[in-house]
């Protein structure tokens, strides 16, 4: 795997937590909202609430998959070195 794979997959990640932050504050407020009514609005907030946690378990699920393909499972690049080996700099390869 290459060093602009991982750079890209690092970034994807990074991108994925932000978005992964904002559903989880904006499932935190819909929690706080009275939905337990029967009305329109209560249902409205009850699938609003469910569709954000099934887009925040896909977030997870692509965040651990490109950390385990892409990265060391921990962030950090995959790739032997961060920078490219005076050996390998010709053949496109890192």
């Known amino acids: 795997m290459g060093?602009?794979?991982a750079a890209q997959a690092l970034e994807l990640v990074r991108a994925l937590?932000?978005?992964l932050d904002e559903m989880?504050?904006?499932l935190a407020w819909v929690k706080r909202q009275d939905v337990t009514r029967r009305n329109?609005?209560?249902c409205?907030?009850?699938l609003e609430a469910?569709?954000?946690r099934r887009d925040i378990q896909e977030a997870k699920?692509?965040?651990d998959r490109l950390q385990r393909r892409y990265l060391n499972g921990n962030g950090e690049s995959a790739t032997r070195d961060s920078q490219p080996s005076s050996s390998s700099a010709g053949s496109g390869r890192w």
């Open 3 to 5: 060093y602009y794979q």
């Open 17 to 19: 937590r932000h978005q």
């Open 24 to 26: 989880t504050s904006q």
């Open 40 to 42: 329109g609005r209560a």
């Open 44 to 46: 409205a907030m009850r």
């Open 50 to 52: 469910a569709a954000l």
């Open 61 to 63: 699920f692509l965040i």
